[in-house]
């Protein structure tokens, strides 16, 4: 019988620590773009190991900074990795880590929230979306002023199979602040149960991996932070265009403590406010008594198809913003009693 063949594994070679290599660089965190660094290695093994296995796969790690998790991802034998870095000052030292894993580590100088990831990658690593997902990885520890509008674009992204999902349900592996990461992960009834836990319930499987202390990080954030990975699902679990699901969303929990029933009258013009009120949660069959943290993904589905066939029969509706026409009316009020003033 042959003797099982030894897979080589990679390490990188001996190489400055990071904690060096800011020094090396003059990489002072700047406050005001929330730079927060992981020089621990153990942690960002940790997070890594989150994402699943990483042998010979292909990675996009976004805001890669003095390049620990980095090391991570490479230690943990990924074929191909691209960092997308916005800060010029860290490519240098992200050069030279490329230098140490040649053919491995790509940079690039951009910002991640307009970064064409649909061309990033070969497309042989495409797989079907219903197919297991491809073997393409989304890691990143990034300020929280950008994790949260990135994740919002990402969830639109899901939906319509676009940017990183091209290649089919690309997995993600992200931090955000702990309560944000509470609301992400949020089931029904929990107190931090929010928008956000609906948008990214319904079209990934969520979770919530662990939380890293704020003391971790270089300088201390003043919050914790919290691990969260992301599978998008082969059936999203409504099948309405995002943005109609977004916007009944939006309406439900405006008044988050009142019955749900007040955020959904708020869908439609104030003429027609009560009676397509009426007929859209008799046909969606919800309890408009729940307050909207109570509410399932089944219960929004059935909200969201309902809506989307009255949108379907009453032209302008989706497009209708109640706060418009609360706008256009005190105009309309303004100029009434201006032109009504005593000469
Ligand atoms: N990943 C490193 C670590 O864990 O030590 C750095 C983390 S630091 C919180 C966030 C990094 O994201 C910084 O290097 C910052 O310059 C970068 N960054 C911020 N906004 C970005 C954007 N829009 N696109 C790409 N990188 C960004």
Redesign the pocket.
């Known amino acids: 019988m042959a003797a099982p063949r030894k897979i080589a594994l990679f390490r990188l070679p001996p190489l400055p620590t990071i904690g060096e290599v800011i020094k090396l660089y003059n990489l002072r965190a700047e406050k005001q ?7 621990d290695m153990k942690l ?1 093994d940790k997070i890594v190991r989150q994402a699943g296995s990483l042998r010979d796969a292909h990675v996009c790690e ?5 390049g ?2 980095t090391r991570s991802i490479l230690n943990a034998g990924a074929a191909d990795l691209l960092v ?4 010029n000052r ?1 490519i240098p030292g992200l050069n030279l880590l490329s230098e140490a894993a040649p053919g491995k580590l790509r940079v690039a100088h ?4 307009t970064y064409r990831m649909d061309r990033g990658f070969p497309k042989v690593i495409t797989k079907a979306w219903e197919d297991d997902p491809p073997d393409l990885h989304i890691i ?4 929280f002023s ?1 994790s949260t509008p990135l994740i919002i674009k990402w969830l639109e992204n899901i939906s319509n199979r676009t940017g990183p999902f091209v290649y089919g349900r690309t997995r993600l592996t992200l931090t955000f602040q702990k309560e944000v990461a509470e609301r992400l992960t949020a089931s029904t009834a929990s107190r931090q149960r929010s928008r956000l836990s609906i948008m990214a319930q319904y079209l990934c499987k969520v979770k919530s991996c662990f939380t890293i202390p704020g003391r971790a990080f270089i300088p201390k954030p003043e919050v914790d932070v919290g691990v969260v990975h992301f599978t998008p699902l082969a059936q999203p679990q409504i099948m309405q265009p995002f943005k109609l699901v977004e916007k009944v969303v939006r309406n439900v929990f405006q008044f988050r403590r009142k019955h749900c029933r007040r955020g959904i009258e708020m869908l439609f013009p104030e003429t027609e406010r009560l009676e397509l009120a009426e007929v859209m949660m008799h046909e969606a069959d919800v309890d408009p008594t729940l307050r909207p943290t109570e509410l399932s993904i089944p219960d929004i589905r059935a909200l969201a198809d309902a809506y989307g066939r009255l949108c379907s029969e009453n032209q302008g509706l989706l497009t209708y913003d109640f706060r418009e026409e609360l706008r256009l009316k005190h105009l309309n009020r303004r100029s009434v009693s201006s032109t009504q003033q005593p000469v």
């Not at 773009?33 to 020089?39: D, K, M, Y």
């Not at 976004?62 to 003095?66: H, I, L």
């Open positions: 773009l929330s730079q927060n660094f992981l020089l960002t976004v805001g890669p900074g003095p620990g998790l997308v870095e916005k800060d860290f951009g910002d991640i929230l990143g520890n990034l300020p950008v």
